[in-house]
């Protein structure tokens, strides 16, 4: 079937490519006209404008955007004014869904579907395959089951047995409800990946402190000398270690593959600082499992730690040494000391 | 080649299964005589005793122990006094590694090797092999490597490219290091078990939650309520989302599997109870990420959450009811008023 | 000066009584007759509606509202009906911030002053006096200096010094900024509250473990032996320690002055159950926290195990346990086991 | 009665002098005889080194040690063999507890008394007395109890009625069981500390962003915007804030008498570099909580964050970066882009 695609970056260019090869028909446009003629290239439809976009697909078609969560809402309010009842609208993107109920709301009265859908699956989605979340009315969704289809990883990758004939998620791509379901699970979802990165990471740096009694530490009152330095005389190849986990381990996982790869590339991950962003998702699930008394100990800690590699502790930290000196005298050490 | 196996519970019944069916020898010995005809039924040599299993498998062959930690240092003493020097001592357990090496310097003194080997893979190693990480002199792990390399899973999972034909890492098994290392490697592994565990279910609670905005709270100072139950209407169908995010998504993991799988089952989990054990190796990770000054907050978060599952916080949660009781007044509510 | 008092509970009767105390007149009314009649006895001046106390107090005069969250909407919406430019509403409970902001908004376009006006003291303010955080218009806040003068505590607890004499900060009140930022700054300070409290709670439940090393353990695979009972075979007299801890211990504070009281009244804490309650404050500020991208893992810490301490984890963990049995064979362990 | 003192730094040489001035005579002893000399001219008796000092103080006399606690070992070691049966040996400094019991255990063989005395107190103490846990033998401590009381605050600060008049822990100093239950609960006590002491940090700096939506932020995939800047247009004056919590809030306290102490003398806390030290308690008291199963989830962060504060998060970090990198292509963004 027909689709426009709005916006062409490193997913929404991808799931066009992935669309065309199950043969499906795409309209394209993004603000870069290089964008849109890359994928005329490999059989796309050009639209010159959102405008035309829309007129190539029809105005009760189906237009998929793929947009920085702060542009979605203008572009969508420009979008419907074009659209007519019957028209689809879904946000690819990572919107709140708080966001997308609002807009929901406002394109229902106009008879205007609007579905939202979480979109995961990275650089990686055009050969594996894209895990969707979708949310919004139930005769939406069944008119786009193709696309849906499409983009879906599919039956090559196993499911939990015994397979339910009737339920699309053993294919990747599921409803999970009314509008905002989708970005709400796949919010969840983030804020999920955000925790497992951080039992990686934290867990990994474990074993790299595994040789720290090799080292020698002062003596002085405000140093807590290696009890047993004894026990800490491992040099472990992370690398390796990281490797062997990913086979018949109970920690094996995407993310486990992923970082193999990275640590094998180079060990000392030299090429990154360690200023990690978030995107918001991550925020979100937070603020949902706070607004709805759940506890949330290890998602947030792995937010904070985020935070934190960004340098917003520091006051935190720089009262915490006044704090020290107040009470006790300490002087904070230089970094070199350390 | 031949080995004898100690321990014949979950997971030592298994491995020996796996080690008959690649053609090794297996002695085998268990405190119960039954556990020991099972085996034989399928191959294994029975021991009557110890000493039994020592004499068949000879008094510098290979004995592999998988015993609960607590009972491994008295049988490895005893092991010890019944071989002679050049023969291998595998404690295939749990055991925290500083008694590997107070262990491996003992018995390296009689010139007994000993190796510490981390196995992961639980009821499901017996088809899918077992993850061996693996501590102890270099010559003693080269000699068993025909028994590693059969319990192990092999090439059938795929390594990170490119593959280093030098290593056995992405056949499953890894020498780690010295003596301790394997069990330093496997205790850090089950600390970031722990935290993606965590990380699955508390993400999957917050989505259970996601139709917080249905009930009815009541209005008094001491219950927040829900500013915007709109946005919290979604009955999400978390065994769905479970299986659906297995399919092309970054979070898709063995762990997700078994999660998808025990939510199909009974998505409601009435068959649990929720008192979460932890069983040595997360401590431990915590310890020696505290003494060489690691920050762990996801998987010390993780830890905790299990203390708290069994009712250890509430000492401390009365006391907070007591505070507020004397700066506010607040009185607790009973269970059945929230 | 005159002032009518809203909402007879807790705090407001006790604010009335300080109030009058200091020679204030005030106006009163709560829904509850009997509330308004103990404070006539007293002094006050009895109102029998909303629009009495109005009446009584001038439609330009000063009303502040002691009210649960979910009402002060509504009836600062009433309020302003009944008043004119000119008149100042004060909210004097626990409103979220953003909430001021708006009404204060609305109120402004209609020449009515709102303040929000975060009240700390609890049961003990009536003698201590409050401390009061207030966010609103300067003129405003400057009409009503003698009436927090007369709330706050005044010259008898000793100032940071230099004492600034320009600054009401070392007697108890501070105009903190425009509307919100009164009721922002005692949202944080409950934030702070909880992560204090916890830390307290979390440190004698410590102490009191220090005993563990008598108790007996089972060995089996589940139950991680304490290593060295030799080293837990203290008992810690709590009460006695939360004492000693008042007199020149660098952890010295008015909650830890409590938290001796209800230990010494009953070291069991039995009258508790151990179901934490949290009104509000401490899930804005952790939501504030996230909002601005500023780490917050300790109070964060401490919201979360409130609500882990009223059941609001067992989903998680009874997932967790299901995990547990589908990767190991581990059966939860019943109660009577521990 | 009389005492030697050996290590003269900011805590011992403080509470000499507190000890002289209540009459009590002390022979003091130091590497550095500046030290020495410096109190020597306020009355104490100098010795020349520690042979000195036991001969001055006799070998069944009480000698107290205020050393890093590196050094504590071997020095117990040299003095006992100095001392005779009957001789006190009182550590003051912050050894870990566990040490306590194995040298209590060695010294009681000889029948020389070893106390293991918590001090809290810092550069404060020698004004406000110290606050003493004591563990040891009940004769010992009964014997140096003129002692402890005058390093201890005394009456002057207002215990919890009723006051026990069997207890010495309202005038400061308490026996809290034999041989490490001192500094056990001192452990304990600096556990609790560094958690206090972050909850205030973490607050202060939510505060402080109090103004973030006065900030431009660009509008890009990795970035997430402030959903309603005009929230967050607080400048708040935080020493002024931290000043009018310590009259009459909740949690007013001695930290943060100092915290408002040091926020008005530099509100920007420019001499500071966030580096935060951490010296053996904290740590202990977590390996303790973990050891006895008992959640310390506000403790644990506090001590994690001082870890951070470091730099020890930084190669987890690079991790997460690598591994954002590798699943989705994001670049890690510059430190000027935010």
Known sequence: MQLAMIGLGRMGANMVRRLLKAGHECVV????????????DVGAVGATSMEDAVAKVGKTGAVWLMLPAAVVGPTVEKLADMMQAGGII???????????????????????????????G?????????????????????????????????????????????????????????TGAGHYTKMVHNG??????????????????????????EVDAETTPLR?????????????VAEVWRHGSVIGSWLLDLTAQALKADEGLTGFGGRVSDSGEGRWTLQAAIETGVPAPVLSSALFGRFSSRGESEFADRLLSAMRLAFGGHLEKPESDE
């Open 29 to 40: 446009f993004d603000l870069d006209p290089a964008n849109v003629s890359a994928l005329v």
């Open 192 to 217: 999920i990946e955000y925790g497992v990165m951080a039992a990686y990471a934290e867990g990994i740096n474990i074993l790299k402190a595994a040789n720290e009694g090799k080292g020698t530490r």
């Open 228 to 240: 047993h330095p004894k026990y800490y005389q491992f040099d472990i190849d992370l690398s390796e």
């Open 122 to 178: 990275g650089v990686w989605g055009l050969d594996r395959g894209y895990c969707l979340m979708i949310g919004g009315p139930v005769e939406a969704v069944k008119r786009l089951d193709a696309v849906f289809a499409a983009l879906a990883p599919g039956l090559d990758r196993g499911a939990v047995p015994p397979v339910d004939a009737q339920s699309t998620a053993y294919l990747g791509y599921l409803h999970c409800g009314p």
């Open 90 to 120: 879904i946000d690819g993107g990572n919107s709140f869904y708080h966001d997308d109920i609002d807009r929901g709301e406002a394109l229902a009265a106009r008879g205007i579907n609007y579905l939202d859908v979480g979109t995961s």
